[in-house]
């Protein structure tokens, strides 16, 4: 399972890197301490020998009087005392009337199993009596497992702890993280001021720094876009400006129909100065100056099938169903956006022509050309990308219906069809359209 939380990666590593410390610790630890125990333990065993075999040889004629003035106890020491020719000297109460061990070796430790038991066994001969002593120390298996318990219960404890404090501590640790988060948030907001200078982590400062030289490179790109965007607008508004002195020259002048003409070319400037407008404010980086109000989308699909009927005389626009829905959005731009997608089906439709359809919260344009190359269908198409299509343009159409798509907050769906043609959809949130309760005839 891929873990994406950098905190819960955290803490999960942390406690595993503890738990497998604590147990090496204990463990290690314990293997010490107990090897410190058996050193001890030898140590005491063989002074305790030393001395008893010091009290034999000299006492070698009384060693039982020795042994009876002991009382008889639960021995957790016992020994035994050998002549030289074998026959036992003296013993504990509790030692076997045999050897322990069996053996000509000096001064030498062993262990021996004993009835059920395990026992440490220490063997030395005095060198003037030649009386050898076996004295053992029973071997206790508790004390192994208590001793290595006593190193692991801490440090299960402490595992348990950091469990419950580590999440809370590396919360704490990345706090300047999710503070710096806001901060860009609230900083920067949908502008590209450089990020002021605040108190930050040394980790978060090369990033700081990444992101104000990021920030900078942006804004230089985008004063040129709107030095450039400004430059176009001027160009392109001082030839409108003649046409429309012209016209109006022209209506002045005529009378009838050329008079009508004229005023349909003024309309036509009109809009096309808005639409420029709208052209230059999409141009720019920031899309929220987009002023969104009420708009009855079946007018203006209406007109703009209208209008696609003029051009496209010999192209059948079949209306399935359409529904009076009212959305807030831009009206010229929404025409652009309709007028793009009903130039680009009429261009590429053969046959039954373009059918269309308005729901309360799609609109699909269908038509049954050949439809665009998976490589368009897999990503958003860019200005300058073509089609398989052999009609003329600059493939400009496609990625500026896109961009106004994204600028009216409508999701822009295209994918070909089974049968043949392409299927275009602009979707929008149920909650955004307001029915106004009529539904217009299909034709």
């Not at 026959?87 to 009835?115: C, M, W, Y």
Request: aromatic share 4%; glycine share 6%.
């Amino acid at each position: 399972m891929k873990i994406n939380s950098i905190r819960t990666r955290l803490t999960l590593s942390s406690i595993a890197l503890v738990i497998v410390f604590n147990l090496l610790a204990a463990v290690i630890l314990g293997n010490m301490a107990l090897n410190n125990t058996k050193k001890m333990r030898d140590s005491s065993l063989a002074e305790t020998g030393q001395l008893l075999l010091s009290l034999l040889a000299t006492h070698a004629d009384d060693a039982g009087e020795l042994l009876v003035a002991l009382p008889p106890h639960r021995e957790k020491v016992i020994w035994q005392a050998f002549r030289r020719e074998g026959s036992l000297l003296a013993r504990s109460h509790e030692a076997p009337h045999q050897a322990l061990i069996v053996t000509n070796q000096n001064d030498f430790f062993a262990t021996a199993k004993i009835g059920e038991d395990f026992w440490r066994v220490y063997i030395v001969t005095d060198a003037v009596t030649q009386i050898q002593l076996q004295i053992a120390t029973l071997i206790e298996t508790g004390v192994n497992r208590r001793t290595l318990l006593g190193f692991l219960l801490p440090g299960f404890i402490s595992c348990l702890i950091l469990s419950f404090s580590l999440p809370y501590a590396i919360q704490r640790g990345l706090l300047p993280l999710k503070k710096f988060s806001a901060h860009l948030d609230q900083g920067t907001g949908k502008r590209l001021d450089l990020l002021p200078e605040i108190s930050l982590p040394e980790e978060l400062r090369p990033v700081h720094k990444a992101l104000n030289q990021a920030l900078s490179r942006l804004h230089t790109l985008v004063q040129r876009e709107k030095l450039f965007a400004a430059h176009a607008s001027h160009e392109l508004r001082t030839p409108l400006a003649g046409i429309r002195a012209q016209t109006q020259l022209i209506m002045l002048d005529s009378q009838g129909a050329t008079q009508d003409s004229a005023k349909q070319v003024l309309q036509a400037i009109d809009r096309m100065e808005i639409l420029l407008e709208r052209l230059l404010l999409l141009a720019r980086a920031d899309l929220t100056q987009v002023e969104l109000q009420p708009t009855a989308v079946h007018e203006v699909l209406m007109e703009e099938i209208n209008r696609a009927r003029n051009l496209y005389p010999r192209i059948k626009f079949n209306i399935m169903h359409s529904e009076s829905i009212c959305l807030p959005s831009d009206p010229y731009l929404l025409a652009m956006l309709i007028r793009n997608l009903l130039d680009n089906a009429a261009k590429h439709s053969q046959g039954d022509g373009v059918n269309l359809r308005l729901e309360k919260d799609h609109l699909s344009i269908q038509d049954n050309g050949r439809g665009l190359n998976a490589k368009l269908l897999a990503q958003q198409p860019e200005p300058f990308m073509r089609g398989d299509t052999d009609q003329e343009g600059f493939g400009l159409g496609l990625a500026l219906t896109f961009r106004i798509a994204q600028a009216l907050g409508i999701k822009l769906e295209l994918n070909n069809l089974e049968s043949g043609g392409l299927k275009v959809q602009l979707k929008w949130s149920n909650g955004r359209q307001s029915s106004l309760g009529t539904t217009l005839p299909t034709t």
